[in-house]
């Protein structure tokens, strides 16, 4: 007579399930890891963005929230001047094409320690975002770190444009960018932070806009100014 345990080949095929679950978990923690370097550093964004039609220009407004990492905070107290870039493009729909690039422009800001005044420097250059080849408009002085980058966090009227460059009504979108340039640094300094996530400091926006015809200065703007 004969006998069969069929509980033996199903123990047989325990280790196997188990194994595969062990290998999922592995491959899931590894791409959960590789998400975490590719991910970028959350240290700053757009908490508001509005644009609009005033007299014979397009003006830009936005509100940013930053934070200094460590890192460099530490540059900037060694010296090294830091450049950040505004930009922003404006591109009109186009069913039967690729949309058109309207608006370009960029702006940029250098944020710096005076070491034997303890107090810190803002400079607001023109469309260049060379440090060496921007027009400065304004410069502000600091007496901390927190005041410099909270006047760094706003962007107010802004122009970007002539009122003519866009067509009131039309369907448009808005791509805008805040970013830190590591391409402003001294060159041995940016190969000591090459790929330190500390260092990549950016902040983007894309919506939908759409501009009503121009209006004055002081009258209230419009719901169609504020996408």
């Known amino acids: 007579m004969v006998f069969f345990t069929p509980c033996c080949k199903r123990g047989r ?8 679950i062990a290998v999922s978990l592995a491959l899931a923690l590894l791409l959960l890891w590789l998400g975490l370097l590719a991910a970028p550093l959350r240290a700053a964004e757009v908490s508001q963005l509005r644009v609009e039609r005033i007299d014979e220009g397009i003006y830009l407004s936005a509100g940013l929230q930053l934070e200094v990492p460590q890192p460099v905070e530490d540059a900037l107290l060694k010296g090294i001047a830091l450049i950040f870039v505004a930009e922003v493009e404006i591109y009109r729909e186009r069913w039967y094409w690729t949309d058109k690039r309207v608006v370009q422009a960029s702006r940029s800001m250098r944020l710096a320690y005076q070491p034997l005044t303890r107090r810190w420097r803002l400079s607001l250059g023109g469309a260049d975002t060379s440090a060496q080849g921007a027009r400065v408009n304004l410069v502000q002085q600091f007496d901390s770190l927190n005041e ?7 962007l107010a009227r802004w122009r970007i444009a002539d009122a003519a460059d866009i067509e009131p009504g039309a369907a448009h979108v808005m791509e805008f960018r805040f ?13 000591g932070i090459a790929g330190q996530k500390d260092w990549q400091i950016v902040a983007e926006r894309r919506q939908s806009l759409r501009l009503p015809p121009a209006r004055r200065a002081g009258e209230p703007a419009a719901e169609g100014s504020r996408p």
């Open 13 to 20: 095929a325990e280790p196997s399930r188990s194994l595969s």
């Open 179 to 191: 970013r830190l340039d590591p391409g402003q640094l001294p060159r041995p300094f940016q190969i």
């Open 148 to 154: 410099a980058v909270s006047a760094l966090e706003s």
